[in-house]
């Protein structure tokens, strides 16, 4: 796990709070699984109006040092693509981690010589207005990324933050937090499947099935394109992906500002707000409000 993966574990998980007031401009996004280095390039820069510019998040901030400089830019866009390019992959060939792109017509082009005007089929050019990141995770390697709940088992963060140990220290404190109940519903799912095996006559030659869920970890529009349902297609490719996976359960652990989009998409909450705690010197310091949810194909 990179740092990209640090900011998606500990930082809010913001789409638009889209609430489909512009819903005709959802036939003009389209949504790809991100590949090129251009592709990472421009998510990051999306990444950072929106979680370090618009939200301000201190976590984000802290886990990605310089990305207001273009240095700290360019790293962190090589980051995200070091991160697609080493994802693992499960049992079945499944990428455990999926960067997507959403794009939509770009505005200031003009369509190509001798191409269609304005409307379905324009050959214009394109430009990239959210991004997001999918992960499939369980509690075996062979079925997803198990996460250990300790930042320090997935991330150099040495490296990340040389020589900052109270940056280091306070990431780890979040991101302790911020996992766990992901963590408990793992564990818990793994309990009803071994209890299920049990009350059945005992798990016989093949164990139950670990858990597997896919997870939103991060999910971020351009400011300037909020609120026209980008949000809502990057969150329905992941659903529809967990479809086709055969996987059951998606969860984000989600900011005030996505939380009604999830809720229309049919996540629902898991108890109250994430509770971060945190070393008596980091109480002045920023925390995000975060809840964890679950959309559940098995749900009534």
């Given at each position: 796990m990179t740092s990209t993966a640090v900011a998606a574990a500990v930082a809010a998980a913001i789409p638009d709070n889209d609430d489909d007031r512009n819903a005709e401009t959802e036939t003009e996004i389209e949504v790809e699984v991100a590949h090129s280095p251009e592709d990472f390039v421009a998510g990051y820069r999306i990444v950072s109006e929106a979680l370090g510019r618009q939200v301000g998040d201190p976590v984000w901030q802290a886990?990605?040092?310089?990305?207001?400089?273009?240095?700290?830019?360019?790293?962190?866009?090589?980051?995200?693509l070091h991160?697609?390019?080493?994802?693992?992959?499960?049992?079945?060939?499944?990428p455990n981690a999926v960067?997507?792109?959403?794009?939509?017509p770009d505005?200031?082009?003009?369509?190509?010589?001798g191409g269609p005007g304005p409307g379905p089929?324009?050959?214009?050019?394109?430009?990239i207005v959210g991004?997001?990141?999918?992960?499939?995770?369980?509690?075996?390697?062979?079925?997803?990324?198990?996460?250990?709940?300790?930042l320090r088992d997935a991330v150099d963060l040495e490296a990340l933050l040389p020589g900052d140990g109270r940056a280091q220290a306070f990431l780890c404190q979040m991101y302790r937090c911020q996992v766990r109940p992901r963590l408990e519903f793992l564990r818990a799912k793994e309990e009803e499947a071994a209890a299920a095996a049990t009350a059945e006559g005992g798990a016989g030659p093949s164990p139950p099935s670990p858990p597997v869920i896919l997870v939103l970890g991060t999910c971020a529009t351009h400011p300037s394109y909020q609120r026209r349902g980008v949000g809502t297609k990057l969150t329905r490719w992941g659903l529809d992906e967990a479809r086709r996976r055969g996987v059951s359960d998606v969860t984000v652990e989600a900011s005030a500002m996505g939380r009604r989009l999830y809720e229309r998409l049919g996540?629902?909450?898991?108890?109250?707000?994430?509770?971060?705690e945190t070393d008596?010197?980091?109480?002045?310091?920023?925390?995000?409000?975060?809840?964890?949810?679950?959309?559940?194909?098995?749900?009534?």
């Open positions: 886990s990605n040092p310089g990305w207001d400089t273009a240095e700290g830019q360019a790293a962190g866009a090589r980051r995200m991160r697609s390019r080493t994802a693992t992959a499960d049992r079945d060939g499944n960067f997507l792109k959403a794009s939509v505005p200031d082009a003009a369509p190509a010589r089929g324009c050959d214009r050019r394109r430009v991004f997001a990141l999918w992960i499939q995770s369980s509690t075996r390697p062979e079925h997803g990324t198990v996460h250990s709940g300790e996540f629902r909450p898991q108890g109250r707000d994430i509770v971060y008596e010197e980091f109480a002045g310091r920023g925390k995000p409000s975060n809840v964890f949810m679950v959309y559940s194909r098995n749900s009534s």
